[in-house]
């Protein structure tokens, strides 16, 4: 038996590559210097509000929230179609795809007029204060506080590896409003305007790249929040921290499984010595593993049930490809710290030698690796603590 689309589903893939071929951002604007993941250039923006003017901005929500009643094949082809051209729907993920989702999903109506609808439409960029110092991993044990009074919050603590804090205009900001409750149940979510007084942002330049600076260290003194500014309830905001956690996950195999096919298919552009041909191969039946498992938990998300591939995904998408740029600086040797001899580009391109180091980031973004393993053994396989 061979496995095929549907007509419509087909017909649903012409019209988005016909739509996109004429309407993606040019060349040179894809290759303007972004500063951070919260910085949207005027091209960013305008394509983004493209999208969401045309119902491709996120197809399975309705025209209103930027989609067009896409079914679950239909967007999984879309995700397939921009992730195979390198386009990204916004130049702000963390907004779009998490912060946005989670407002539609918590919010009051009046949150999600004054804060979904504009970041769907690019109008404003987010952050999220999610680590700090002594919980990185362990997002429970967080000790920024919110002291809560009749209409406001008074916030003060430290927030790091902060993705665009520099940047961006609000930052969704997960802060203990209970210090008495069990660490589960004491947190709440607010939304912060960057602007307020008392905020102070602390850029951390990258290795590989000391002129770019997406991590922050973020200090809160004092900072005054609307009450209705609380997202959910007072003290629910670890259901939040869930949702916010799974929306991310999520979009993530997809661009691993481009990001490991795209490297692949550099190496055998490279021609690398022949004592490589076996790891080439090992990469490339890795590729066909994750998209195997992608589709795998694709369709249970698609009758309704749980998908505990996506954790599977998140885990064995980020080593691939660190282990893919780890191949390519072995079968390369020196050339591989050479510029001029570019890798297949996954983040902002560079020598095999520059991926490679920022390959490690992805292990650790959207829940290391370690705590995957741990998500793996306790709620798939049902290990004990």
Partial sequence: MRLRYSDADEAFRRELIDWVDANKPTDDELAQVKHSSADMPDWARHWQRRLFDEGWLVPGWPP???GRNATP???MIYFEELASRGLQRTANVQGLGIVAPSVLDYGTDEQKERFALPTLRAEIAWCIGMSEPGAGSDLAGISTRADVFDDHFVVNGQKVWTSGAHHADWCLCYVRTDPTLPKHRGISAVIIDMQT????????PELTEPDFADFNEVFFTDVVVPRENLLGELNGGWPITQGSL???????????????KNIVNGLIEEHPDARFHDTVASLYIDVQAMSLMGYLGFAKYARGKSSPEHSLLKLFGSETQRKAFAAGVEAFGIDAFDRDHAAPKVVRGGAWADQYLRA?????AGGTSEIQRNIIAERVLGLPR
């Fill in 64 to 66: 209103e929230l930027g």
């Fill in 73 to 75: 094949t239909q967007q």
């Fill in 197 to 204: 007084p008392g905020i102070t942002c602390r850029p951390l």
């Fill in 246 to 260: 799974a929306h991310e996950r999520a979009m993530l195999w997809v661009n691993h499984a481009q990001n490991v």
């Fill in 360 to 364: 490690f980031a992805a292990t650790i």
